[in-house]
């Protein structure tokens, strides 16, 4: 987004918090995020989410609004978070009705994220998701079911990646079919920490519906990521259960979310 990863920060009084887990396929609201979602969904990193506001379906009209946006993104492009942030708060505060604005509330939520600061990140994100006819909305969905994975509260984050998904569906293909795979994919790990194992073969198949994914690939991956996470003898109960299908594995490889 406009706070792409390596632009250069301002300084935050806020501690960081450590680790900060980064969206798996860091998926961006671009055209072009089947790129980015081939990334395998594996062990989350440290890294703040990468994306380029390059690849953002922003909105075509002219006006004010959206020259205070293109110099917000001349900023990021020259390495000024400060005068990127100072555009930003003029085109919210003066521009309030702009289809520019929830790309706004998503930059300054991608920013926080990046320093740390899940709270606000969290809060600008849903600022950003209150805008039902932009295209953002789905995406600022995702980025939310993530700060709740760093707050430590896996069911709303398992229920941000399952609203991630529905929301989806109002997007284009091209865009919608990564960012469920995405959000799929992503709930796993929460699912793992704060689910019922032998519930996962029914809880996906209605999560997966329509999705494009397949059913047996995220299970596979609920498989790895519960041996990973010591709860290996549910899973051998669990598979002994269902009669040792396909995707009892047995966690030995992790299977790579499916191509867009």
């Known amino acids: 987004m406009l706070f792409a990863c390596g632009t250069p920060r301002e300084r935050s009084t806020v501690a960081p918090v ?12 671009s055209a072009v995020v089947a790129a980015t979602a081939r990334r395998d969904a594996g062990a989350p990193s440290a890294a703040a989410p990468s994306s380029d506001s390059s690849t953002l379906p922003t909105p075509s009209t002219g006006g004010p609004d959206a020259a205070l946006f293109e110099r917000a993104e001349a900023a990021r492009r020259a390495g000024d978070p400060a005068a990127m942030r100072a555009a930003l708060l003029v085109l919210v505060r003066d521009h309030p009705t702009s289809p520019f604005v929830p790309h706004a509330y998503f930059a300054f939520g991608e920013f926080y994220f990046a320093e740390g600061r899940m709270q606000d990140a969290a809060n600008l994100f849903e600022k950003a998701s209150m805008f039902p006819d932009s295209d ?24 941000g990646f399952m609203n991630a998904t529905r929301a989806a569906k109002t997007l284009p293909p091209e865009r919608a079919r990564p960012l469920a795979i995405a959000s799929v994919f992503d709930s796993v790990g929460p699912f793992v920490r704060a689910g019922k194992l032998e519930r996962a073969p029914d ?28 709860r290996g003898d549910e899973i051998v109960k669990l598979c002994r259960d269902a009669g040792s299908p396909r995707w009892c594995s047995g966690g030995e490889a992790r299977p790579r979310a499916p191509q867009p």
């Open 18 to 29: 450590t680790p900060v887990r980064e969206p798996q396929s860091s998926v961006a609201p």
């Open 136 to 159: 953002v909305v789905p995406f600022a969905m995702h980025r939310i079911a993530w700060c709740q994975v760093n707050l430590g509260d896996d069911q709303k984050a398992l229920q």
């Open 203 to 230: 809880f996906y198949r209605r999560f997966v519906d329509g999705t494009g994914v397949e059913l047996d690939a995220v299970l596979e991956r609920v498989v790895a990521t519960a041996v990973d996470s010591g």
